[in-house]
Protein backbone atom coordinates (compact mmCIF):
# COMPACT_ATOMS: atom_id res chain seq x y z
CA UNK A 1 0.00 0.00 0.00
CA UNK A 2 1.20 3.06 -0.96
CA UNK A 3 2.41 5.86 2.15
CA UNK A 4 2.74 9.49 1.70
CA UNK A 5 6.47 10.91 1.10
CA UNK A 6 5.35 12.79 4.66
CA UNK A 7 4.80 10.37 6.83
CA UNK A 8 8.17 8.05 5.28
CA UNK A 9 9.99 11.76 6.30
CA UNK A 10 8.73 11.78 9.45
CA UNK A 11 11.96 10.47 12.33
CA UNK A 12 10.07 8.48 14.96
CA UNK A 13 11.70 10.26 18.67
CA UNK A 14 13.46 8.26 20.41
CA UNK A 15 11.54 7.85 23.70
CA UNK A 16 9.64 4.54 22.83
CA UNK A 17 12.59 2.87 21.84
CA UNK A 18 13.94 3.32 25.21
CA UNK A 19 11.28 2.90 27.23
CA UNK A 20 10.81 -0.70 25.31
CA UNK A 21 14.45 -1.34 25.86
CA UNK A 22 14.27 -0.62 29.49
CA UNK A 23 11.24 -2.45 29.91
CA UNK A 24 13.07 -5.80 28.46
CA UNK A 25 15.78 -4.62 31.15
CA UNK A 26 13.28 -4.91 33.53
CA UNK A 27 11.70 -7.87 32.61
CA UNK A 28 15.27 -9.30 32.97
CA UNK A 29 15.19 -8.81 36.74
CA UNK A 30 17.14 -5.25 36.70
CA UNK A 31 16.17 -2.30 38.28
CA UNK A 32 15.94 0.64 35.61
CA UNK A 33 15.35 4.01 37.05
CA UNK A 34 13.97 6.44 34.19
CA UNK A 35 14.84 10.27 33.76
CA UNK A 36 13.44 9.98 30.64
CA UNK A 37 9.93 11.13 29.63
CA UNK A 38 8.50 14.45 30.97
CA UNK A 39 6.23 13.60 32.98
CA UNK A 40 4.90 14.95 36.94
CA UNK A 41 4.81 12.11 39.07
CA UNK A 42 2.06 13.63 40.97
CA UNK A 43 -1.61 12.08 41.92
CA UNK A 44 -4.07 13.98 39.57
CA UNK A 45 -6.09 16.60 41.91
CA UNK A 46 -8.86 15.19 44.23
CA UNK A 47 -11.64 18.02 42.35
CA UNK A 48 -11.03 15.55 39.18
CA UNK A 49 -11.24 12.65 39.98
CA UNK A 50 -14.02 13.45 42.00
CA UNK A 51 -15.99 14.82 38.82
CA UNK A 52 -14.89 12.25 36.73
CA UNK A 53 -16.69 9.89 39.10
CA UNK A 54 -20.08 11.80 39.54
CA UNK A 55 -19.13 12.16 35.65
CA UNK A 56 -20.32 8.73 34.85
CA UNK A 57 -24.13 8.84 36.09
CA UNK A 58 -24.36 12.00 33.50
CA UNK A 59 -25.85 11.23 30.33
CA UNK A 60 -23.72 13.43 28.62
CA UNK A 61 -20.88 12.43 29.30
CA UNK A 62 -21.67 9.70 26.63
CA UNK A 63 -22.15 12.21 24.17
CA UNK A 64 -20.34 14.03 21.98
CA UNK A 65 -19.23 17.88 23.52
CA UNK A 66 -19.16 21.09 20.67
CA UNK A 67 -16.23 20.82 18.45
CA UNK A 68 -14.80 23.47 20.25
CA UNK A 69 -15.18 21.99 23.64
CA UNK A 70 -17.39 22.31 26.80
CA UNK A 71 -18.81 26.21 27.30
CA UNK A 72 -18.29 25.89 30.61
CA UNK A 73 -14.39 24.79 30.79
CA UNK A 74 -13.84 27.56 28.32
CA UNK A 75 -15.18 29.73 30.22
CA UNK A 76 -13.40 28.59 33.25
CA UNK A 77 -10.15 28.84 31.65
CA UNK A 78 -10.61 32.06 30.38
CA UNK A 79 -11.61 33.58 33.91
CA UNK A 80 -8.06 31.85 35.65
CA UNK A 81 -5.97 33.03 32.01
CA UNK A 82 -7.19 36.58 32.94
CA UNK A 83 -6.88 36.24 36.88
CA UNK A 84 -3.39 34.59 36.89
CA UNK A 85 -1.55 35.23 33.63
CA UNK A 86 -3.38 38.88 32.71
CA UNK A 87 -4.66 37.12 29.33
CA UNK A 88 -7.87 38.33 28.04
CA UNK A 89 -9.29 35.61 25.62
CA UNK A 90 -13.05 35.04 24.97
CA UNK A 91 -14.44 31.51 25.10
CA UNK A 92 -14.91 31.83 21.36
CA UNK A 93 -11.48 32.08 21.21
CA UNK A 94 -10.72 28.58 23.07
CA UNK A 95 -10.36 25.43 21.42
CA UNK A 96 -10.61 22.49 23.88
CA UNK A 97 -7.95 19.59 22.22
CA UNK A 98 -7.01 16.26 23.37
CA UNK A 99 -3.82 17.23 24.71
CA UNK A 100 -0.88 19.91 24.05
CA UNK A 101 0.23 17.81 21.18
CA UNK A 102 -3.22 17.83 19.24
CA UNK A 103 -3.15 21.08 19.96
CA UNK A 104 0.23 22.04 17.96
CA UNK A 105 -1.09 20.28 15.31
CA UNK A 106 -4.46 21.37 14.87
CA UNK A 107 -2.96 24.80 14.50
CA UNK A 108 -0.18 23.66 12.49
CA UNK A 109 -2.90 22.38 9.77
CA UNK A 110 -4.80 25.73 10.46
CA UNK A 111 -1.74 28.09 9.44
CA UNK A 112 0.43 26.49 7.47
CA UNK A 113 0.57 25.29 3.98
CA UNK A 114 2.88 22.62 2.39
CA UNK A 115 6.34 24.62 1.07
CA UNK A 116 5.96 27.08 4.29
CA UNK A 117 8.79 28.15 6.40
CA UNK A 118 8.58 27.60 10.35
CA UNK A 119 11.33 28.82 12.17
CA UNK A 120 11.80 26.58 15.46
CA UNK A 121 13.82 28.19 18.26
CA UNK A 122 16.09 25.29 19.05
CA UNK A 123 16.62 22.76 21.02
CA UNK A 124 12.95 22.82 20.59
CA UNK A 125 10.29 20.08 21.62
CA UNK A 126 10.78 17.24 18.79
CA UNK A 127 6.41 16.78 18.26
CA UNK A 128 6.63 20.10 17.11
CA UNK A 129 8.97 19.56 14.51
CA UNK A 130 7.41 16.46 13.74
CA UNK A 131 4.06 18.00 13.14
CA UNK A 132 5.69 20.41 11.55
CA UNK A 133 6.70 18.37 8.29
CA UNK A 134 3.60 16.28 8.82
CA UNK A 135 1.86 19.51 7.67
CA UNK A 136 4.32 19.79 4.19
CA UNK A 137 5.92 22.33 5.72
CA UNK A 138 9.72 23.01 6.09
CA UNK A 139 11.16 23.37 9.86
CA UNK A 140 13.78 25.86 10.05
CA UNK A 141 16.14 25.86 13.46
CA UNK A 142 17.08 28.72 15.28
CA UNK A 143 20.09 27.52 17.47
CA UNK A 144 19.83 29.15 20.83
CA UNK A 145 22.78 29.46 23.03
CA UNK A 146 24.06 27.85 25.76
CA UNK A 147 25.77 30.88 27.42
CA UNK A 148 22.08 32.66 27.32
CA UNK A 149 20.90 29.49 29.00
CA UNK A 150 19.21 28.97 25.90
CA UNK A 151 16.47 31.55 26.55
CA UNK A 152 15.08 33.22 23.28
CA UNK A 153 16.20 36.75 21.43
CA UNK A 154 15.20 38.22 18.70
CA UNK A 155 18.57 38.57 17.12
CA UNK A 156 18.43 34.35 17.41
CA UNK A 157 15.50 34.32 15.25
CA UNK A 158 15.70 37.22 13.11
CA UNK A 159 18.63 35.54 10.82
CA UNK A 160 16.29 32.78 10.09
CA UNK A 161 13.48 34.74 8.53
CA UNK A 162 13.20 33.88 4.79
CA UNK A 163 10.32 35.52 2.25
CA UNK A 164 8.71 31.96 2.82
CA UNK A 165 8.46 32.04 6.65
CA UNK A 166 5.42 31.45 7.74
CA UNK A 167 5.47 31.18 11.31
CA UNK A 168 8.06 31.15 14.24
CA UNK A 169 7.82 28.54 17.00
CA UNK A 170 8.54 29.32 20.94
CA UNK A 171 8.50 27.07 23.93
CA UNK A 172 8.35 28.79 27.51
CA UNK A 173 9.08 27.05 29.86
CA UNK A 174 11.30 25.21 27.41
CA UNK A 175 11.19 21.23 26.99
CA UNK A 176 13.75 20.47 26.86
CA UNK A 177 15.55 23.12 28.54
CA UNK A 178 13.61 24.71 30.84
CA UNK A 179 14.17 28.17 29.80
CA UNK A 180 11.93 30.98 30.47
CA UNK A 181 11.77 33.82 27.73
CA UNK A 182 12.05 37.04 29.32
CA UNK A 183 9.07 39.17 28.93
CA UNK A 184 10.89 41.89 27.20
CA UNK A 185 12.06 39.31 24.46
CA UNK A 186 9.01 37.69 24.65
CA UNK A 187 7.17 41.35 23.72
CA UNK A 188 9.83 42.19 20.96
CA UNK A 189 9.62 38.71 19.46
CA UNK A 190 5.68 38.55 19.05
CA UNK A 191 6.15 42.79 18.01
CA UNK A 192 8.54 41.98 14.92
CA UNK A 193 7.44 38.70 13.54
CA UNK A 194 3.76 40.86 13.91
CA UNK A 195 5.00 43.79 11.64
CA UNK A 196 6.27 41.17 9.04
CA UNK A 197 2.85 39.13 9.51
CA UNK A 198 4.27 35.86 10.74
CA UNK A 199 2.54 34.04 12.97
CA UNK A 200 4.00 33.31 16.70
CA UNK A 201 2.83 29.92 18.05
CA UNK A 202 4.01 29.66 21.84
CA UNK A 203 3.77 26.50 23.63
CA UNK A 204 2.96 27.21 27.37
CA UNK A 205 2.88 23.72 28.59
CA UNK A 206 4.90 24.05 31.84
CA UNK A 207 3.31 27.66 32.42
CA UNK A 208 2.96 25.95 36.29
CA UNK A 209 5.99 24.63 36.26
CA UNK A 210 8.38 28.23 36.74
CA UNK A 211 10.58 28.79 39.82
CA UNK A 212 13.31 31.42 39.50
CA UNK A 213 11.19 33.74 37.19
CA UNK A 214 7.87 34.95 35.96
CA UNK A 215 5.74 32.89 33.47
CA UNK A 216 4.60 35.77 30.70
CA UNK A 217 2.30 34.39 28.11
CA UNK A 218 2.29 35.57 24.47
CA UNK A 219 -1.40 36.03 24.77
CA UNK A 220 -1.06 38.69 27.60
CA UNK A 221 0.75 41.19 25.22
CA UNK A 222 -1.06 43.43 23.51
CA UNK A 223 -2.41 43.26 20.36
CA UNK A 224 -1.92 39.40 20.36
CA UNK A 225 -5.05 38.62 18.33
CA UNK A 226 -3.07 40.11 15.16
CA UNK A 227 -0.51 36.81 15.09
CA UNK A 228 -0.18 35.28 18.51
CA UNK A 229 -1.74 31.26 18.73
CA UNK A 230 -0.82 29.68 22.60
CA UNK A 231 -0.86 26.14 22.94
CA UNK A 232 -1.48 24.33 26.11
CA UNK A 233 -2.37 21.41 28.00
CA UNK A 234 -3.34 20.51 31.37
CA UNK A 235 -1.63 16.88 31.32
CA UNK A 236 1.28 18.44 33.44
CA UNK A 237 -0.30 21.36 35.51
CA UNK A 238 -3.18 18.79 36.75
CA UNK A 239 -0.11 15.58 36.36
CA UNK A 240 -3.16 14.09 34.24
CA UNK A 241 -1.50 13.09 31.15
CA UNK A 242 -3.49 10.01 30.24
CA UNK A 243 -6.81 12.49 30.32
CA UNK A 244 -5.40 14.07 27.09
CA UNK A 245 -7.07 17.71 27.11
CA UNK A 246 -5.28 20.54 26.58
CA UNK A 247 -6.35 24.02 24.55
CA UNK A 248 -5.49 26.20 21.84
CA UNK A 249 -6.10 30.28 22.08
CA UNK A 250 -6.14 32.26 18.93
CA UNK A 251 -7.88 34.99 17.34
CA UNK A 252 -11.87 33.89 16.64
CA UNK A 253 -11.40 34.00 13.28
CA UNK A 254 -8.20 31.57 13.44
CA UNK A 255 -10.55 29.34 16.05
CA UNK A 256 -13.58 29.13 13.24
CA UNK A 257 -11.46 27.81 10.95
CA UNK A 258 -9.60 25.45 13.29
CA UNK A 259 -12.86 23.77 14.41
CA UNK A 260 -13.24 22.43 11.01
CA UNK A 261 -9.74 20.70 11.20
CA UNK A 262 -11.02 19.88 15.12
CA UNK A 263 -13.87 18.29 13.18
CA UNK A 264 -12.16 15.87 10.77
CA UNK A 265 -9.22 14.93 13.60
CA UNK A 266 -11.51 14.00 16.56
CA UNK A 267 -14.75 15.96 16.72
CA UNK A 268 -13.93 16.70 20.50
CA UNK A 269 -12.07 15.60 23.56
CA UNK A 270 -12.91 13.37 25.40
CA UNK A 271 -16.30 14.63 27.53
CA UNK A 272 -15.51 13.05 31.24
CA UNK A 273 -11.67 14.23 30.58
CA UNK A 274 -13.20 17.71 30.04
CA UNK A 275 -15.58 17.35 32.82
CA UNK A 276 -12.65 16.51 35.19
CA UNK A 277 -10.63 18.92 34.29
CA UNK A 278 -13.09 21.90 34.21
CA UNK A 279 -13.66 20.78 38.33
CA UNK A 280 -9.80 21.07 38.68
CA UNK A 281 -9.52 24.56 37.36
CA UNK A 282 -11.96 25.90 39.46
CA UNK A 283 -11.14 24.51 42.56
CA UNK A 284 -7.24 24.36 42.50
CA UNK A 285 -6.01 26.14 39.40
CA UNK A 286 -2.24 26.48 40.89
CA UNK A 287 -2.46 22.84 42.12
CA UNK A 288 1.03 21.80 40.95
CA UNK A 289 2.61 24.53 43.30
CA UNK A 290 2.51 22.80 46.10
CA UNK A 291 4.65 20.35 44.97
CA UNK A 292 6.97 23.18 43.87
CA UNK A 293 9.43 22.80 46.85
CA UNK A 294 9.71 19.19 46.40
CA UNK A 295 10.65 20.06 42.60
CA UNK A 296 13.76 22.19 43.80
CA UNK A 297 15.12 19.68 46.40
CA UNK A 298 14.97 17.21 42.83
CA UNK A 299 16.66 19.86 41.25
CA UNK A 300 19.07 20.89 43.79
CA UNK A 301 19.91 17.29 43.87
CA UNK A 302 20.34 17.21 41.17
CA UNK A 303 22.41 19.78 40.38
CA UNK A 304 25.08 18.75 43.51
CA UNK A 305 25.15 14.98 42.03
CA UNK A 306 26.46 16.61 38.55
CA UNK A 307 28.53 18.57 40.06
CA UNK A 308 30.30 15.46 40.95
CA UNK A 309 30.57 14.22 37.52
CA UNK A 310 33.69 16.55 36.02
CA UNK A 311 32.70 15.29 32.11
CA UNK A 312 28.91 16.33 32.66
CA UNK A 313 27.80 20.37 32.79
CA UNK A 314 24.78 21.74 33.38
CA UNK A 315 23.55 25.22 34.07
CA UNK A 316 20.00 25.05 36.74
CA UNK A 317 16.96 26.42 34.42
CA UNK A 318 14.02 28.39 35.80
CA UNK A 319 11.60 26.28 34.65
CA UNK A 320 10.14 23.01 33.53
CA UNK A 321 11.83 19.94 35.58
CA UNK A 322 14.63 18.88 32.73
CA UNK A 323 18.30 19.12 32.86
CA UNK A 324 19.73 19.75 29.69
CA UNK A 325 23.67 18.54 30.56
CA UNK A 326 26.31 19.13 28.21
CA UNK A 327 28.37 16.03 27.13
CA UNK A 328 31.88 16.30 26.34
CA UNK A 329 32.52 16.45 22.21
CA UNK A 330 33.48 13.10 21.38
CA UNK A 331 30.18 11.34 22.12
CA UNK A 332 27.08 11.00 19.88
CA UNK A 333 24.08 11.86 22.01
CA UNK A 334 22.03 9.14 20.86
CA UNK A 335 24.63 5.93 21.46
CA UNK A 336 25.30 7.77 24.52
CA UNK A 337 21.82 7.46 25.64
CA UNK A 338 21.87 3.81 24.36
CA UNK A 339 24.70 2.63 26.08
CA UNK A 340 23.76 4.53 29.80
CA UNK A 341 20.90 2.58 29.42
CA UNK A 342 22.45 -0.33 28.93
CA UNK A 343 25.42 -0.65 31.59
CA UNK A 344 24.07 1.54 33.98
CA UNK A 345 20.35 0.95 33.66
CA UNK A 346 19.21 4.53 33.77
CA UNK A 347 17.38 6.18 31.40
CA UNK A 348 18.23 9.49 29.11
CA UNK A 349 17.17 11.24 26.29
CA UNK A 350 19.51 11.78 23.88
CA UNK A 351 19.85 15.40 22.96
CA UNK A 352 19.76 15.01 19.45
CA UNK A 353 16.38 14.17 19.77
CA UNK A 354 15.68 18.24 20.09
CA UNK A 355 17.46 19.35 17.07
CA UNK A 356 21.12 19.52 15.60
CA UNK A 357 22.39 21.95 18.51
CA UNK A 358 21.08 19.20 21.11
CA UNK A 359 23.79 16.56 19.81
CA UNK A 360 26.04 17.90 22.37
CA UNK A 361 23.95 17.17 25.39
CA UNK A 362 21.45 14.57 26.97
CA UNK A 363 17.87 15.56 29.06
CA UNK A 364 17.08 14.28 32.10
CA UNK A 365 14.14 14.32 33.48
CA UNK A 366 13.51 14.71 37.48
CA UNK A 367 9.31 15.41 37.08
CA UNK A 368 8.29 11.74 38.34
CA UNK A 369 11.92 10.65 40.76
CA UNK A 370 12.48 11.12 44.27
CA UNK A 371 15.20 12.32 45.48
CA UNK A 372 16.55 8.94 46.93
CA UNK A 373 15.94 7.43 43.22
CA UNK A 374 17.49 10.76 41.62
CA UNK A 375 20.75 10.44 43.90
CA UNK A 376 21.19 6.34 43.09
CA UNK A 377 20.58 7.58 39.51
CA UNK A 378 23.45 9.94 39.57
CA UNK A 379 25.70 8.02 41.25
CA UNK A 380 25.41 4.91 38.21
CA UNK A 381 25.87 8.20 36.05
CA UNK A 382 29.04 8.80 38.05
CA UNK A 383 30.54 5.08 37.97
CA UNK A 384 29.34 4.92 34.06
CA UNK A 385 31.58 7.82 33.66
CA UNK A 386 34.27 7.32 35.55
CA UNK A 387 34.70 3.78 33.91
Known sequence: MFVSARARGLVFPPFDILNQKAAALRQAGHRVISLGQAVPGFPAPPAALEAAHRALGDPNVHRYSADAGLLSLREALCDRLLKHLHVDAAPGEVVVTAGGN???????????????????????????????????????????????????????????????????????????????????????????????????????????????????????????????????TFSKSFAMTGWRVGFLIADRQVCEEAIKVQDAMIICAPVISQMAVEAAIRDDWNYITRFHEELRKRRATLQTALARIPVLHWEPSAGGFFAFVRIPDQYDSEQLASAILERAHVVTIPGAAFGRCGQRFLRLSYGAVGVDELTDACDRLGEFFAN
Not at 108 to 126: E, N
Not at 215 to 227: D, F, L, Q, V, Y
Open 102 to 232: QAFMLAALTVLDPGDDVVLASPYFVNHEMAIRATGAVPIEAPLAEESGFRARWSDIEPRLTSRTRAVVLCTPSNPTGAVIARDQLEHIAGELSARGITLICDETYLHFVFDAVHSSAASIAGWRKNVIIVG
